[in-house]
Every structure is written in C-alpha cells, then in structure tokens.
C-alpha cells in the first residue's frame, strides 16, 4: 500500500487565492494515484496521499527563507 506525502507552501497559484484549492488538491490526488498504477501496478484504492501545506515563512532553500530566495533569483535573472 503506497502512503505519499506532498508538501507544498500555502500560496496560491491565482491572485487572491492564498493556498491550494480543493480542486487542485483532488487533481493531485488522483495524479499520484494514477501515475502509481501506471508505474507499479498499485490500485488506486490501496494509495494513500497526505497533502502538507507549509506556510512561506516555514519554507526555506539555500539557508534562506524561500522569499529571500527567489528575490536573489529574479535580481539575477534581471541582470
């Protein structure tokens, strides 16, 4: 029996919206359900999938919070 977790920051990917949605949490639901028969052969039903979100503050890359981050990314990318 499969047990996936996914961890993802509480931000949304649509303006006003500030974290996953309900519908794109059942998309990865079944995303992962599916992809795990596909490649194993496991029945959708014997998959088990944890969705974790973390809030932005509590992410971090590189030894720095994930804001910080990606703002030294967009700089560099400016360049």
């Known amino acids: 029996m499969p047990f996936v977790t996914v ?3 509480r931000e949304g990917t649509k303006d006003g919206v500030d974290h996953v949605t ?3 949490k059942a998309a990865i ?10 490649v194993l052969g496991k029945p959708p039903e014997w ?3 944890v969705i974790q ?3 932005l503050e509590d992410w971090g890359w590189g030894g720095m919070p994930v ?3 990606r703002r030294r ?3 560099r990318a400016g360049r």
Do not use: K, M, N, S
Request: net charge negative; proline share 4%.
């Open 47 to 49: 998959t088990w999938v």
């Open 67 to 69: 804001l910080e981050y």
């Open 53 to 55: 979100e973390v809030a």
């Open 7 to 9: 961890q993802t920051t």
């Open 73 to 75: 990314l967009a700089e």
């Open 22 to 24: 309900p519908e794109q």
């Open 29 to 38: 639901h079944r995303g992962i359900a599916d992809l795990l028969f596909e």
